[in-house]
């Protein structure tokens, strides 16, 4: 009998017990707490999957479908990272409609993208041989290049439209809120409200955007003019802000 006071020991075994998900994955038995996402539970047995749009301090969206696994009996593809784990599931991470469809989104996202400044994604197209020219006719992204303020320079042509700026910039992290999507379709791309220039919006320039970009498309203004071969005397009077000499009192 438990003693007066303390909840019985079985029932909180129990209750333990009941809060875990059995499935399997690529043929592997995996035991994961309820709310686990595929991703996550993939990982409890070493098997890698490949994200863009993911990132752990961020809220996912599953939106750039580079993650996507089979479960058996499903119609479509399931994005890994905000499927959660169900009792009895049947998973494969790498089976063959699974691998051509991240290689399509791959070889697609490339027709259209700079990703000459995304080494994890160009190591997704080696590592599952995307055909970087197979879309010959796709039109480019070309957005005019931002240079608005001293801190970071945007270049939305290497955007890959991961949202990862939005959300930290938004109640992930900072509660800024100074940028966001707009346009539509293949118009799609991050802007400021009304097009203003950063410095005009609430943007604190904290640089977690610039953090969590995993292209070139963010990037710290020195860093930038250091790639345009300037001096560090020159880079220096272009990024310090004018300061404002105070008066002393009588």
């Known amino acids: 009998m438990p003693q007066r006071g303390f909840p019985d020991t079985a029932f909180l075994n129990g209750a333990r017990m009941s809060n875990l998900i059995n499935l399997t994955i690529d043929g592997q038995p995996v035991t994961s707490p309820n709310g686990t996402t595929l ?3 993939a990982r409890q047995i070493g098997e890698v999957i490949p994200t863009i749009c993911y990132h752990e301090h961020c809220t996912a969206n599953g939106l750039c479908r580079l993650c996507v696994v089979e479960v058996e009996g499903a119609r479509v593809l399931a994005p890994a990272c905000v499927t959660p784990v169900a009792e009895g599931q049947n998973v494969k991470t790498r089976s063959e409609r699974v691998l051509r469809s991240r290689r399509v989104i791959l ?8 990703l000459s400044e995304a080494p994890e994604i ?3 197209i080696q590592e599952y041989q995307a055909q970087p020219d197979r879309f010959p006719g ?4 070309s957005v005019p290049f931002l240079d608005d303020n001293p801190m970071f320079v945007r270049d939305y042509s290497q955007c890959v439209l991961c949202w990862r700026c939005v959300q930290v910039c938004a109640d992930d992290a900072q509660y800024a809120f100074a940028i966001n999507f707009k346009g539509r379709g293949y118009e799609t791309q991050i802007a400021t409200f009304f097009d203003q220039p950063l410095p005009a919006t609430s943007c604190v320039f904290c ?3 610039i953090g969590v970009c995993p292209t ?3 990037k710290p203004k020195r ?3 250091l790639e345009q071969d300037l001096s560090l005397d020159e880079i220096l009077q272009m990024t310090q ?3 404002k000499k105070r008066r002393r009192p009588d």
């Not at 070889?107 to 700079?114: A, I, K, N």
């Not at 796709?138 to 992204?141: G, I, L, M, N, V």
């Open 107 to 114: 070889e697609m996202l490339h027709s259209t993208v700079d």
């Open 241 to 243: 802000p004018e300061r």
């Open 207 to 209: 640089g977690q955007c």
């Open 138 to 141: 796709a039109e480019p992204r």
């Open 223 to 225: 860093e930038w003019l």
């Open 39 to 41: 991703l996550e539970a």
């Open 216 to 218: 070139g498309a963010l």
């Open 122 to 124: 160009m190591e997704f």
